[in-house]
């Protein structure tokens, strides 16, 4: 039994480490999700126990962002591809919708006939000749309007897509589905022609840059520093192969940062090339990615597969060891929810802690504030347990605690309450040995509003959360309404 002790006065025993959460707001986090791609879904378009375990604020794991191909499909011919066609993702794109989530499209390669090579194939294979597939410049033109017949095809099938990205990995020559954009054939692109993206038909869409492998200012500077580019982009997004997120992605998201654009990591996977289930050090280790993707500034979190031995949703596959059970949810699973089940809605705030390079590290810190609720995460990869004496900008009457200590079922997302016998400023904490915490406080309204909360957000929808901090998806009772601005205030609804 781990003991867990409040202190307002500095008189017991000094702790190990000390963690001042500061009252400077940085990004909001939209959410975390993964890909409804082919692969381990079969048969793909049917197969909707993976998103049906893992998204919407009832599901164990909170997933909210989906994201789904969009294949080189030319609206006319919808059908033409099987079920690798704009059909596949629809019904588990229907199920995320109507949980409340984010739904957006990637092409791996616009139509064949915009292409150079003639094929939605990259071209980087023999029995293709080695043609480096490119968008032919004089189907430029074709390409937004391409866009909007699936967002067109999409609402006509009862899902409204969110958002639409460029091109999947446009830096990597592939033999599979794919298309090579130079950072400057994206400006020029984007530049000329993102305005006939057709935001009036459908006005909540939002554009993302192309989701280059490596998360680098090569593909996001040169559509930021472009005034016309910033108009009409509203995501920078890139995956993380190979490249460490507060190394890349911490500096790629300098710019996009500034012009108040979000920043999303859409594509990772970690340990997936070993033939046995993740250990718990590797599920430690995605914690930190997890982690270290928010203090480099991201937004959005989207994991490569649903299901798949290193992912969220078992496989079945024997060879993978007996805990692989088909479509039972897998550690992973519950470290992601940390994150999507705390996180998602809320705003960071910076830490004495906050990691600054990519280097791993034994312990990793990030803190939030979402409605009265402060959250704090702590990450220990060591096999020593420590003190942590947290230090908070706000006083607090209660807390939850989310512990993590292994793969087993009864170590995984244990919770218990943090018992706090007054209001205070200071919480001592027990940090125990290779541990995933989430440590969630209530901010004493007796005591500092949260009213004078300033977030960095533009105007937008509202969102309410109930005195615990959940978000309601249909607001009742006394409840705290926050504006997209980052104003708070206390009211009762019907």
Known sequence: MMALAAFTSMQAAKPRYVLTVNNEPMQKITGFGGACCDGAMKPFGTDNAPVSKLYGYRSKIGLNILRMEISPNLEDKADQWGDYDWNGSLPSAKIVKNRGGIVFGTPWSPPGVYKTNGTAQGGNAEDQGYQRGKLREDCYEKFFPWLNSFLKWMKAHDVEIDAVSIQNEPDWWVSYSGCLYDPQDLVKLVKNYGWMLDRETYPGVRLISGEPLGFTQNYTDPLMQDEECRKQVDIVAGHLYGHAPLEYMKKAAVLPLKYGKEVWMTEHSVTDNTGKLPTWHENLIFAEELNECMLAGCSGYIYWYLRAHW???????????????????????????????????????TTSRDKTSGEGDAFEYSAYIKGDSLIVMAI?????????????PYKVNSGTLWLST???????????????????EEVLVEMPARSLSTFIFMIDRGGLAIEDVAQKNNDGPKTYYDLRGRRMETPHGLCIERSANGQSRKLVME
């Open 311 to 349: 992912a969220f949703v078992g496989t079945g596959e024997s060879q993978y060891g007996a805990d692989n059970k088909r479509d039972e949810l897998l550690p992973r699973a519950f470290v992601m929810s940390h994150f999507s089940k705390n996180v998602t809605g809320s705003t960071r705030l």
């Open 380 to 392: 220990d990869t060591i096999a020593t347990a420590r003190d942590l004496l947290i230090k908070l």
């Open 406 to 424: 292994g793969n087993e079922s009864d170590k995984l997302c244990q919770k218990s309450e943090i018992d706090i016998s007054e209001p205070t």
